[in-house]
């Protein structure tokens, strides 16, 4: 079996699974062999099994699954990316279900029976107890993307007049504290959040000490129904380990943690991209079919954006015909054109999502990326005026293809700045469709500035 310690190599895959150890695993399983199985199982953090979960094939997940049976490590399932979750819990028996239910927080049962029909949810509420049951079924009721999902009820509380020696005998004799936690929330007799105390802080004081004294500065909740986008970036911009969720009436419901919220953060950054590219929720586990699936829409956009490209360069077939050089230098206006353009969008959606692209310096980053636009849109017309014209030997097509590569790169800075702007305005994702409305611009101001241009001054 494969020592832990050879996954800990000073390259770029440090951290990913060790191929050695992913074969011992997947020989154990085609063998039978569970002993083998869970002894290198229990070496591997739960996000290591669970990027090999969704790695493998259909049948050797089952086969994996069925063979580590009762000891199967419930963390791993919250760790799964949610396509990839579908697929293991249905491959889970209802006893496997029921046990690793009862080991999870409560923020991480509600990820795992949020999308189950109601047959299935019974069976792992059922698994629950009382308490448990009553708080995810609270929290079901709350918007999917919302603090309400996002947050745990399990959390360590304590009123204004405790002492750090009240808290530290109250944790001792408690069997039931949180898995992790970093704050106690001190509470008012209304069970309203008042303040919190770090732990580090709870263990460098005398027991005498009043806990209402050692309280952070910076203190912020989170309303309960607030958007999941929010929270993330609260705990990002304000640097929050913990921060207390309350309900409309200013009451303790829960707490969320940075993992949740970082977790969160991933998933909206990775979100953008796919969004970008038109792949959706797609997941490495996947079926051929559903990938097939979701990315035919797209691409179907995509060629309709191409026949308007297109049927504006029907527009000057004489000119072609008569300079065929044209169809040949047209590609690198229009491929110069979306490139530039897609670099200004990429970063104009990610500073939409991070809050950075405001109504106040809205202004001045759209005049920075014309004149950027501009600027490289000069420099490279000069390049490519000078392979035309020695291409060729046409002088006046080196001017041609000049003017359009600058007209084409300052609409290219243009439009990627101002696109992704006014889908947001309109309270549109802004990764959703601007590379496609980018991409269309700029390929339909190229061909019209670059033929427009040949039409008159080369005909």
Known sequence: MADPAERIVENEDAYALNAATVDAILAAVEAGERLRLIETLDHLHPADIADLLEQIDVSQRERLIELWGKDLNPEVLSELEEGARDLVLATLTPDQLSSAVQELETDDVVYLVEDMDEPQQEILLDALDDADRVAVEQSLTYDEYSAGRMMQREMVTAPEHWTVGDIIDFMRASDDLPEQFYDIIIVDPALKPVGEVRLGKVMAHPRTVKLSTLMEDEFRTIPVNQSQEDVAYAFNQYHMIQAPVVDEHGRLVGTITIDDA????????????????????????????????????????????????????????????????????????????????????????RAIATRDLTASNMMRVVRRELVAGTLNGVAFAIIIAIIGMVWFGIPMLGVVLAIAMVGNLAVAGLAGILIPIALDKAGA???????????????????????????????
């Open 262 to 349: 970082m977790d969160v953060l991933e998933d909206e950054a990775e979100e953008d991209m796919r969004l970008l590219a038109g792949v959706g929720d797609e997941e490495i586990s996947d079926s051929t079919w559903a990938i097939a699936k979701r990315r035919f829409p797209w691409l179907l956009v995509n060629l309709l954006t191409a026949v308007i490209a297109s049927i504006v360069i029907s527009l000057f077939a004489d000119t072609l015909e008569a300079v065929v050089a044209l169809a040949i230098l047209m590609p690198i206006v229009a491929s110069m054109g979306g490139n530039a353009a897609t670099q200004t969008l990429t970063v104009a959606v």
């Open 429 to 459: 994702d802004p990764a959703l469709a601007s590379g496609t409305f980018v991409t269309t611009v700029t390929d339909v101001v190229g061909f019209m500035l670059f033929l427009g241009l040949a039409s008159a001054l080369l005909l």
